[in-house]
């Protein structure tokens, strides 16, 4: 059985009204889809420590509330927090719009959104309007990027045909969030017990990747991938073509957007593996859930580090 999804849009698509950026755990930027160049290196050097602290005390709750409204120099950020205690990576998305009309949109669109001690008292007194055309497209791409995270604990127990159609969803909000074209195929699938659970946060680590680079490095901002289901487990490919511009360019040690995949592929047991022609990117990676290590249960958990000295 092979299955085939491909984004195609009959109309121009809108335009970004935010900036996000990828992030490894010490806020560093890996990739970044923004209109303007920020001039931002690390994230955590303009957001308060007070807000910080917040977004520590609660980040246990991720599966709870992923995403984080806070307070900084450019204005309220959004922290997306899904993947940060797993992977070690996390996402700031800073919207375009003044701080009124961000709290506005997410009294009205997206109060699944956790907004800070600081936050929370203006966020009581904003109004709640009819939201513009740009508003509304800004409230959807966060509402995709949720829906995709609720997944995170909904793998256990679902069908392999139900696995397939879940992770063409979330690639589909995921590319779409980035702002790249991803041709999307599934292999394999059947009825038959995968030996190796979906470890779902490798697979969304995987894919952001994917997306952050083929829309800075490949010809078209465009990627295809290839989803593979064995006895096993699943397996994803992604393959783009490069750029002229980056023909010369060593990926491994020069390309920001992959360094935290290559890290945890060799820090956090995932099994990943990487090739660079002259023409093309390919990654594979084996989307293998591994059993509980108990040695670190009582240990603290993964904590923010956000002293940028």
């Not at 807000?51 to 922290?79: C, Y």
Request: aromatic share 12%; with cysteine.
């Amino acid at each position: 059985m092979q299955r085939r999804f491909n984004p195609i849009l009959d109309e121009l698509p809108t335009p970004f009204c935010e900036d996000v950026y990828l992030l490894d755990k010490n806020g560093r930027v890996l990739g970044a889809r923004q209109g303007t160049d920020r001039k931002i290196n690390n994230i955590f050097s303009i957001i308060e420590n007070s807000e910080l602290d917040f977004v520590k005390e609660n980040m246990l709750f991720f599966n709870i509330h992923p995403l984080f409204l806070v307070n900084s120099i450019d204005g309220v950020i959004i922290l997306d927090l899904s993947l940060f205690n797993k992977k070690g990576i996390f996402m700031a998305i800073i919207p375009h719009f003044s701080k009124e009309q961000v709290l506005e949109i997410i009294k009205s669109e997206c109060s699944f959104i956790l907004a800070s001690p600081k936050i929370q008292a203006d966020l009581h007194f904003s109004i709640e309007r009819a939201l513009n055309a740009d508003e509304c497209a800004f409230a959807e791409r966060l509402k995709m990027l949720y829906h995709s995270e609720i997944y995170n604990s909904q793998v256990h127990g679902r069908t392999n045909v139900e696995l397939a159609d879940m992770m063409l969803e979330v690639a589909c909000n995921f590319s779409c969030f980035v702002g790249c074209e991803l041709e999307s195929f599934v292999h394999g699938v059947s009825i038959f017990e995968l030996k190796n659970e979906l470890c779902i946060y490798s697979y969304k680590f995987m894919l952001l990747t994917v997306c952050f680079a083929a829309r800075k490095y490949s010809a078209e901002r465009c990627a295809r991938m290839d989803i593979c289901f064995d006895e096993m487990g699943i397996s994803m490919n992604a393959t783009f073509e490069i750029d002229d511009v980056y023909k010369k360019v060593n990926f491994v040690t020069e390309a920001t957007e992959l360094m935290g995949l290559m890290s945890s592929s060799r820090n956090d047991k995932f099994l990943f593996e990487y090739l660079q022609s002259e023409r093309e990117l390919l990654f594979c990676g084996y989307l293998w859930q591994h059993s509980v290590d108990y040695e670190h249960v009582k240990k603290n958990s993964t904590d923010i580090k956000y002293n940028t000295k």
